[in-house]
């Protein structure tokens, strides 16, 4: 499999004023094969949404992004905005957890399908319209044709965040990092929506890094999981290998801690006790 | 639903909760709620979002008005009485918020928060408060050092447990708990799911547990009542309910909630 | 008990962080940044002055010498008292300054304390409520919003006497409807919050509420809202004095030296150029400092206050 994306030794910090700045990412390696699917799993503050934004070139000052992200044989660190415009879109898409945030209100969804059709892939507006409806076909919007006309406030979320992916994939990106797509949405809505996400990979070769908090979530759309904590990767590697037999003490306390995997509420604070080294030599890293 | 046993601690009847939506039209949040809690259990109100789950816990408190119904704690028909007359029972059945970052005020030291109840219920106010304080932070896990922070300096967790011991401090009997863990990391959420079962043993609390997370209320709760566009559609023990799901909707519920 | 899990085990109980937060932030910020340090040093220059100097100078502020009559500055020929020159009854304008600046900053402070008090109450209670008691608060502001506030003082101080208190009164009145506004909004926003809900399961009344609720977290707002309406009022006042119903002789403030050397403008411009530089700098210093205490108080522009490491190496 050729390396898509192949990250080595990335640190963000942020700057403030008050003081010295704490990384939010500290040295993470990262390397994903074209068509494969990784989740990047963590909890709050363990770094990987920064990571994820940091991949997109979407750390903007105050924060500071050392190390390296090459996609495709370019160097996206301190990269000048041209070649991150080139990149994005044809090369990485994007979905973020708020739906309702990352669309224009203003316009309908087809207005800005169809814009972003005709400016970044040259076509004729009404190749690109037909697009834009085959486009919001495939992620499950009944009656497309219509629906390309209503604004992004006339969706339900789960169907927005649909309108969102249609958008990232529009350009045919080899990879598409999705941040905690579906954590505001009802579990029958999620269901469909990594379903969705799953099927867009397989068909089209599309590969995937997907952040995520939620263990059963990961196991659901990845084959390979990376578990982030206090801005470093503590374990990478198959995600039925990791889950049956994780190694890293703290893996160890996320998985006995989901209620998934517990027959008593006693059983979810079993991880605790034995690792408390393990934490504490991760704090002090 | 469970018969009527001798002295359940709350008895809700028919309670209706209707809002008033733009251009006249209105909202029917929670229809025709019947149910019994029982001293010393842990009921689950589970659904999704616009379920009406939400609301039905705060029409068991008057925190929202309910259109109609009855509420009876321990005999007392709640919504029988005015507001002034409604302020003592408060103390007795209290509320745990699902968002910590959003439920304490920003501006109060965790002294102040866990005190500023016993200002309005003064029979409650201890001789000592800051020694009464420092005890209930050590009962949710908290060391004393904690009593002169503000939230702002706290994580998520600790923000849920000096909540917890906000309401702990009215002596309460009854806590409703509204996804009282759906905001924190996983990890978090195991000890504070923890705590909260430990305190209910320890001191023979009554839970209303309102959740989304079905794996999580099969290891809490003793009887689920499924919930969906404000109406009851399944009731019964957690067992019952997660092996033989009866209402089509309760085994989509099941089917979609994603596993280990 | 003794299993119950304890929150530092995963969570570490933070320290006393060195970094600076809330009050301390905004002095950090506030010595690093010139134009802010500027205007808080000028403010509390006037401060000290108004507060200290007159009961030392009064006698000597008001004896009126003809010969020294309009007597040009930067001299030290009759001592340091006429070294910014004299008036027209050759009283020492450094003195005369000295005895404006009291008025200026009391009549200016203590309407803009008064108003702030009445308008946050209000907007407080307007907000919270909402209903009856809120059409009748904003429908009187809005009145009061198209009448122009200098012409109702005005008419006002034309009906009653011209005196310090009525001055005041005037001033405060006419600007209630700023603090209402501003108070009302945030209110409205406020009383959906969480923790309003909180105290509200515990027993609270809504009175309480928005004493321990509410207020403190409007405060901040009403506070930077009145350091800029510090300069429209000490503005408007001045203009009142000049005008000649704002405060009466013995009284002096800049408005009113600005108004009686007007007569010599051509002869001798320090009469009216010193006071009117007083009032320019100092509504000047209280606009710069509100603006920049907005920004220094809020979270969401804390990037503005870093400043980008040398070598401007680019974040991408």
Not at chain 1, 78 to 107: C, E, H, K
Not at chain 1, 135 to 163: N, T
Not at chain 1, 221 to 236: I, K, T, W
Not at chain 3, 86 to 98: I, T
Request: hydrophobic content about 45%; overall charge neutral.
């Amino acid at each position: 499999m050729t390396t898509l994306l192949e990250v080595e030794d990335l640190r963000v910090e942020f700057l403030t004023d008050a003081g010295p700045a704490r990384p939010a990412v500290n040295g993470v390696d990262l390397r994903l094969g074209a068509g494969e699917t990784l989740a990047l799993l963590g909890e709050s503050g363990s770094g990987k949404s920064v990571t994820s934004r940091a991949l997109m070139g979407l750390v903007d000052f105050p924060g500071v992004v050392r190390g390296s992200i090459r996609f495709d044989g370019t160097e996206l660190v301190d990269a000048p905005d041209r070649t991150l415009r080139r990149v994005r879109g044809t090369g990485i898409g994007m979905v973020f957890q708020d739906s309702l945030d990352s669309l224009n209100p203003v316009y309908t969804v087809g207005a800005q399908l169809t814009e972003a059709l005709q400016v970044r892939m040259g076509m004729t507006r009404a190749d690109a319209r037909s697009r834009s409806v085959e486009l919001l076909e495939a992620v499950g919007i009944v009656d497309a044709e219509q629906r390309v006309d209503a604004y992004p406030h006339q969706f339900s979320g789960g169907m927005r965040q649909r309108v969102c992916i249609a958008m990232a994939v529009a350009l045919r990106p080899r990879l598409l990092i999705a941040d905690e797509p579906t954590t505001a949405l009802d579990v029958t809505v999620q269901a469909g929506i990594l379903r969705l996400l799953r099927g867009l990979t397989e068909d089209t070769g599309m590969a995937m890094v997907f952040v995520t908090h939620d263990l059963a979530v990961a196991k659901q759309v990845a084959e390979r999981v990376m578990v982030m904590f206090d801005g470093r990767a503590v374990e990478e590697g198959s995600i039925g290998n990791v889950f049956a037999a994780p190694s890293h003490p703290y893996t160890r306390r996320l998985l006995s801690a989901h209620p998934g995997r517990a027959r008593h509420w006693r059983d979810l604070t079993k991880g605790e006790a034995r690792d408390d080294d393990g934490e504490e030599t991760h704090r002090a890293g | 639903m469970q018969a009527d046993q001798p002295g359940p601690v709350l008895e809700v009847r028919g309670l209706r909760t209707v809002f008033d939506g733009r251009g006249g039209r209105e909202t029917v949040a929670v229809d025709d709620a019947s149910f019994d809690v029982a001293p010393g259990q842990c009921l689950a109100v589970v659904g999704e979002s616009g379920s009406g789950k939400s609301t039905l816990a705060r029409s068991v408190l008057r925190l929202v008005e309910p259109t109609a119904g009855r509420v009876r704690y321990r005999g007392t028909d709640l919504t029988a009485l005015d507001r002034r007359a409604l302020r003592p029972y408060r103390r007795h059945l209290q509320m745990i918020f699902q968002d910590p970052y959003a439920s304490l005020h920003p501006r109060q030291s965790v002294l102040r928060l866990v005190s500023e109840p016993w200002r309005i219920h003064r029979d409650l106010m201890p001789e000592d408060p800051c020694a009464r304080v420092a005890e209930l932070l050590e009962q949710v896990g908290m060391p004393p050092a904690v009593i002169d922070m503000h939230p702002t300096q706290l994580s998520g967790g600790q923000r849920q447990r000096v909540a917890i011991a906000r309401a702990l401090g009215l002596e309460p009997d009854v806590l409703v708990l509204d996804e009282p863990v759906s905001a924190l990391d996983v990890s978090i959420q195991a000890q504070v799911i923890a705590l909260l079962m430990e305190l209910q043993q320890s001191l023979g609390l009554t839970y209303l547990f309102i959740s989304h997370d079905l794996a999580l209320v099969r290891l809490v709760a003793s009887e689920v009542i499924v919930m969906h566009h404000g109406v009851f559609v399944e009731t019964g023990t957690t067992e019952r309910v997660f092996e033989d799901p009866r209402d089509e909707y309760t085994r989509s519920l099941l089917a979609a909630s994603p596993h280990l | 008990m003794s299993s119950v899990p304890a929150a530092s085990e995963l969570e570490v109980v933070p320290a006393a962080d060195p970094r600076p937060t809330g009050g301390r932030l905004t002095v950090h910020r506030l010595l690093r940044s010139p134009s802010a340090l500027l205007s808080a040093s000028w403010l509390a220059f006037l401060v000290v002055v108004a507060v200290a100097l007159p009961p030392f100078v009064e006698t000597a502020a008001n004896r009126q010498d003809l010969s020294l009559r309009l007597l040009p500055p930067f001299s030290l020929d009759e001592g340091f008292a006429f070294v910014l020159g004299a008036d027209s009854l050759g009283r020492p304008e450094l003195l005369q300054l000295v005895m404006g600046t009291r008025s200026s900053l009391l009549v200016a402070v203590t309407a803009v304390a008064a108003a702030a008090v009445v308008g946050m109450a209000l907007g407080l209670v307007s907000g919270y409520f909402g209903g009856w008691v809120d059409e009748i608060l904003m429908r009187i502001a809005d009145v009061m919003h198209t009448i122009p506030s200098l012409l109702l003082a005005l008419a006002v101080l034309y009906v009653l006497q011209p005196s310090v208190g009525n001055l005041v009164i005037v001033l405060a009145v006419t600007r209630v409807p700023v603090y209402l506004r501003t108070a009302r909004a945030e209110a409205l926003a406020l009383r959906e919050r969480v923790f309003v809900e909180s105290s509200r399961a515990v027993g609270a009344r809504d009175w309480r509420i928005i004493r321990t609720d509410l207020a403190p977290l409007v405060v901040p707002t009403i506070r930077t809202v009145a350091m800029l309406e510090l300069a429209s009022v000490l503005l408007a006042a001045a203009g009142l004095s000049f005008l000649g119903i704002g405060l009466q002789r013995p009284d002096v403030d800049w408005g009113m030296m600005v108004a009686d050397g007007r007569a010599y403008l051509a002869s001798a411009w320090w009469v009216t150029v010193l006071p009117g530089v007083a009032i320019v700098l100092t509504a000047l210093a209280a606009n710069l400092l509100s603006n920049w205490l907005r920004a220094a108080e809020d979270p969401a522009q804390a990037a503005r206050f870093v400043r980008r490491p040398r070598g401007g190496r680019r974040a991408a």
